[in-house]
């Protein structure tokens, strides 16, 4: 309730803020309307005319003040300087009208541009709204409810249909579905029963289930991700330095060029007062803040827009690397492929198909061995581990055991061979002979499974002109090269060590920009040393995030894709403003100096006008890409 | 240490970037950042001298964008 409070007053100030600039141009312009019937009717001119000073100082008084405030401050060439100096002028040359329209337009620009700012603002802060801003604890048998920052590891939670889960935990009772788009960018529903883990951030569709918290909220995903996104506007990408820089140098540049024009052409023709205002048009028009404004809401907008499809970016810079690379690498296990062994075929030999995997589940089901927990994983029916005795390992070649008194071998081909069982070779993958009672049975070929989207990922990401994709693996060349087969990847780099991975990222990069995408799982030096790391499915494994540069929060490798169209479409508005403004700034600058286009009101537009526009284009950046 | 100052009704984005540029040069400021869009500095600075540090801050900030006001 009290953040409630806070968040409403703080509403308040801006709009009453908004509201009173609007007053006051109100004002103005009401006053301003009057001294001109006056003077008309009146048939007043000459020092009368400031009478003007009266709606002008209405409408800029803030402005001219700061200005005189800043020159103090040793802050000259800042856009109130330009205005105030502009209007002075007016001013002293007796364009009484103009200086008080010129004055009234920027107001009315700056007033639109900073709703155009808080809106933004507003909307990308409701994007982020994963923020749980209470948690229900059970104390002593009671429920209270806490800020989330109190709830110590081990409490328990209670969560109920509508709310959010306010830290990581595990479900201790109950049953539910969540809604975890807002952290995986994923619509459909997770169904989660008790035992399974939860994340902070998720939305409990129904049911009321009881968490027990693993995790300080400051250490939950769902601060970690708003402290991602939040910090990634301290990276800033080249174009946002360049605009900085830009700014810097050019303000000082254009107010030389305004001094020169109005001096040069004065001594020559004697027309002070035409080319006194021709220099301040072309100071007015001058104000970089267009660019200094919009173009880091391009960018902030692009890593809002990400973070609702589940993409985080941990900074602009990335984004504007992403845009460019050319080179896609994949890392196989857990990114390409499951990560998990699963029985792919089996080829029975002289029983039943079901009989054999039945066979093989039951001598495998003592074993922890991964591709031991395929085997078991694959048979449908129920193992009674009642009939199986006598379970003898084997390292490096498999097990020996007795399944209801007969004796069974499990293993690879070297197993068989040294029990002297005869039987067929066979070619693809990782291989499970069975011999039973000495008989060969046939065999199982167990393989890591690929990823259902892994091949529509790379599609994508041909489709997108990337020039070349790239597998590593650790796995031997057979498997290696089957994958890159059925993925169509255009490289596959096999047998590697993780320092390997290393040096071929490395050398890779020497070509172009490459972004590399793993999960994490001991290849973080990796992800850390290429030019965009991104880390899949990372949720929950802390030092992916860490090394990672662009996280995606689910397990779906189209994500990538999704990711630099992403960047792409952020860096061609930001070029699109950075291009525009320029182009509309230069133009007047060179019309109004050669006096073509003389009018003042012109000048404020391509200041004030072209910031308002280019504020709007930069939140398309926000909206959601296409498919 | 580090802080995260939230800055209301930073208007210009020109003045943030000034803002920055002087934060950064306070005595024992070793890192400073003002994202224009969240309206948040993060300053990173020894213990000990954050709170003097602050105060130069709200100084820079007022005298920069005098509407502007510092929520710790």
Known sequence: ?627 | MKKTVKIRDLDCAHCATLMEERIRKIDGVESASISFMTQKLVIEAEESRMNNIIEQVAKICKRIEPSCSLSV
């Open chain 1, 1 to 627: 309730m009290q953040a409630d409070r806070a968040e409403l007053q703080f509403v308040g100030v801006i709009m009453s803020k908004h509201a009173k600039t609007a007053v006051r141009l109100g004002v103005s312009v009401v006053l301003f309307a009057a001294v001109r019937v006056f003077l008309g009717i009146a048939e007043l001119d000459g020092l009368w005319g400031l009478l003007y000073l009266l709606p002008y100082a209405v409408v800029g008084y803030d402005v001219v003040y700061t200005a005189i405030v800043n020159i103090f401050h040793g802050r000259f060439f800042d856009e109130r300087f330009l205005m105030t100096l502009a209007t002075v002028v007016a001013f002293v040359i007796g364009q009484y009208p103009e200086a008080v329209a010129v004055m009234l337009f920027y107001q009315v620009g700056e007033l639109f541009q900073s709703v155009a700012v808080s809106r933004s603002r507003k909307s990308i802060a409701a994007l982020m709204d994963i923020k749980p801003e209470s948690a229900v604890v059970i104390r002593e048998g009671k429920e209270v409810e806490v800020h989330p920052e109190d709830v110590a590891i081990g409490e328990i939670l209670l969560v109920r249909a509508g709310d959010k889960i306010a830290l990581d935990g595990t479900i201790i009772d109950g049953n539910t579905s969540l809604d975890m788009k807002a952290l995986t960018g994923e619509s459909i529903p997770v169904d989660k029963a008790k035992g399974d883990s939860v994340l902070s951030g998720s939305v409990n569709l129904c049911g009321v289930i009881k968490v027990k918290t693993e995790n300080t909220y400051g250490e939950s995903t769902v601060s970690k991700i708003l402290d991602l996104v939040e910090n990634s506007a301290q990276k800033k990408a080249k174009a946002e330095n360049f605009i900085t820089k830009f700014a810097k140098y050019y303000t000082p540049i254009v107010v030389i060029c305004a001094v020169l024009l109005a001096v040069i052409p004065s001594l020559i023709s004697g027309l002070w007062s035409i080319w006194l205002w021709r220099a301040m048009m072309f100071l007015v028009v001058s104000c970089p803040c267009a660019l200094v404004i919009s173009v880091p809401l391009s960018f902030f907008g692009g890593v809002g827009g990400a973070s609702r499809e589940g993409i985080l970016i941990k900074g602009s810079n990335y984004l504007e690397v992403l845009s460019k690379v050319g080179t896609v690498v994949f890392d196989k296990t857990g990114t390409l492929t499951e990560g998990e062994f699963a029985v792919r075929e089996v080829c029975a030999h002289g029983i039943g198909e079901e009989e054999l995997l039945k066979i093989a589940a039951h001598a495998e089901s003592f074993s922890a061995h991964p591709i031991a927990r395929s085997v078991v994983d694959a048979y449908k029916g129920s193992i009674d581990k009642s009939i199986v005795k006598e379970v003898c390992e084997l390292a490096g070649r498999g097990l020996k055991a007795k399944v209801s008194g007969k004796d069974v071998c499990i293993g690879n081909a070297k197993l068989l061979e040294e029990e002297g069982i005869p039987f067929e070779k066979a070619k693809a993958g990782t291989l499970l002979y069975i011999a039973v009672d000495g008989e060969y049975s046939g065999y199982l070929v167990v393989k890591d499974a690929v990823k259902p989207n892994a091949k529509k990922a790379v599609e994508k990401l041909k489709a997108l002109g990337i020039t070349k994709t790239i597998m590593l693996t650790g796995d031997n060349q057979t498997t290696g090269e089957e994958i890159r087969r059925l993925l169509d990847i255009d490289e596959a780099r096999c047998g590697l060590l993780p320092a390997d991975k290393v040096d071929a990222v490395l050398d890779e990069e020497k070509k172009g920009k490459l972004a590399y995408v793993g999960d994490g799982i001991n290849d973080a030096p990796v992800l850390a040393c290429a030019d965009v790391g991104i880390a899949m499915g990372a949720l929950g494994s802390d030092a992916a995030i860490e090394a990672a540069d662009i996280v995606l929060m689910n397990d779906n490798p189209e994500g990538v894709a999704k990711a630099i169209k992403i960047a792409r479409k952020t860096m061609k508005i930001v070029y699109e403003n950075i291009i525009f403004a320029l182009v509309i700034k230069f133009g007047v600058l060179v019309l109004a100096s050669f006096g073509v286009l003389d009018s003042m009101w012109l000048a404020v537009f391509a200041d004030v006008g072209v910031s308002v526009i280019a504020i709007i284009n930069a939140m398309r950046a926000l909206r959601k890409i296409k498919e």
